[in-house]
């Protein structure tokens, strides 16, 4: 299998705050990776597919970098509607994988 | 605009068989794209379970593999998941998703997630 490690677990951030958020795969994916938003109680939505190509209609302060192993999510400028957990998903091999998730919280 | 909505019982008896449906509008199961679903549990996350084509290629997470089926009806544009023999550790909320036209990919439309429950 390959694990999917995201750091931080939390993250406590402002509004306008860069943030990044990094995935760590056990093993190299190529860049066979995507990210994911979740809201409690909502399902996950797509942001980032291919490390990097944003889904259509998501803003532009989403953006997506790396390949191989490690990963980065990065939010340009923190905004209220961005508070919530994100989550890496790894689609290189057969066994579909997902980070543990990393939860924007306000500070 | 794809949609997709599951439907099932939210309770399950231990050692019965959980089954959900998956109804999808806006898009064709047909035209393409492989059609999965993924757990969600507080304590070992999201968890895909498995993927299916329409032509009947399938891809399934192994260490669900004994026990799941996901099939597809074409006619009413609805494929389907059965878990058998579930015990506490398979309460979860499931979402059915779509993924890409590879049997390994991610997912761009979610359904809103249904939780099941085993408990006698």
């Known amino acids: 299998d390959i694990q999917m490690t995201q750091s931080p677990s939390t993250l406590s951030a402002s509004i306008g705050d860069r943030v990044t958020i990094t995935c760590r795969a056990s093993q190299s994916i190529n860049t066979w990776l995507a990210w994911y938003q979740q809201k409690p109680g909502k399902a996950p939505k797509l942001l980032i597919y291919?490390?990097?190509s944003s889904e259509s209609g998501v803003p532009s302060r989403f953006s997506g970098s790396g390949s191989g192993t490690e990963f980065t999510l990065t939010i340009s400028s923190l905004q209220p509607d961005d508070f919530a957990t994100y989550y890496c998903?790894?689609?290189?091999?057969?066994?579909?994988?997902f980070g543990g998730g990393t939860k924007v919280e306000i500070k | 605009q794809v949609q997709l909505q599951e439907s099932g019982p939210g309770l399950v008896k231990p050692s019965e068989t959980l089954s959900l449906t998956c109804g999808v509008s806006?898009?064709?199961?047909?035209?393409?794209?492989?059609w999965g679903w993924i757990r969600q549990t507080p304590g070992k996350g999201l968890e895909w379970i498995g993927n299916m084509y329409h032509s009947g290629t399938a891809y399934y997470n192994p260490s669900l593999k004994s026990r799941v089926t996901i099939f597809i009806d074409t006619s009413s544009n609805h494929f389907y998941l059965e878990l058998s023999s579930v015990t506490a550790a398979d309460t979860a909320v499931y979402y059915c998703?779509?993924?890409?036209?590879?049997?390994?990919?991610?997912?761009?439309?979610w359904s809103q997630g249904t939780l099941v429950t085993v408990s006698s």
């Open positions: 806006g898009y064709s199961i047909t035209s393409g794209y492989y």
């Open positions: 998903q790894q689609y290189s091999s057969s066994l579909l994988t």
């Open positions: 998703a779509r993924g890409d036209h590879y049997g390994y990919s991610y997912f761009d439309f």
């Open positions: 291919s490390a990097s």
